[in-house]
């Protein structure tokens, strides 16, 4: 019997929550709409995006996608057109990548994600200028230094040829002097 006493006082107390739960009637509710809307795509979102797409192209699709390329008619474009041009190995598209670069950086109607981005890139490919130019001054410097090294090593067994010249020549005046 106290089972069953307990099932009442179960049932009873269920029965008070559900009760208790004072839903307002339906022209009181407001129900919003839960429209779907697709996350809004900020647009330097959209250069990293394209940045990371062109970083992983490979040499044959980055050559397809720059012989296809027409000159660039927006700053869209143009992103894309100095991502494109600063992934080759050529020194003359590091130049200008980051002229582009440097021409989204300054436009004030991008936002100022874009222009970061643009700055940054802009920096990237003036190191890397640099870092070749350095490079072509330093190869420069390595080749001129080679040619001296090579007189030099000339002027060296010419010296040394003079020297056993010499020593031969005064080998024979003291063999001379003693006859």
Do not use: H
């Amino acid at each position: 019997m106290s089972f069953s006493l307990k099932a009442w006082a179960f049932i009873a107390a269920a029965a008070a929550l559900a009760a208790c739960q004072n839903n307002p009637p339906a022209e009181n509710v407001v129900v919003e709409e839960a429209v779907a809307k697709p996350p809004q795509i900020l647009p330097v979102q959209r250069w990293l995006r394209w940045q990371e797409t062109v970083a992983t192209m490979s040499d044959a699709q980055l050559i397809t996608a720059l012989e296809t390329s027409a000159e660039p008619r927006n700053d869209n474009q143009s992103f894309y057109y100095g991502l494109l041009r600063q992934q080759t190995d050529s020194y003359q598209d590091w130049v200008k990548a980051r002229d582009i670069f440097r021409t989204l950086a300054e436009k004030d109607q991008l936002s100022v994600g874009q222009r970061r981005l643009a700055e940054l890139l802009e920096r990237y490919n003036q190191s890397r200028i640099n870092w070749y130019q350095s490079r072509r001054e330093l190869r420069l410097e390595y080749e001129s230094l080679e040619g001296q090294l090579v007189q030099l090593q000339a002027e060296n067994r010419l010296l040394e040829n003079k020297i056993e010249a010499i020593t031969e020549l005064e080998a024979t005046i003291r063999t001379r002097k003693e006859d």
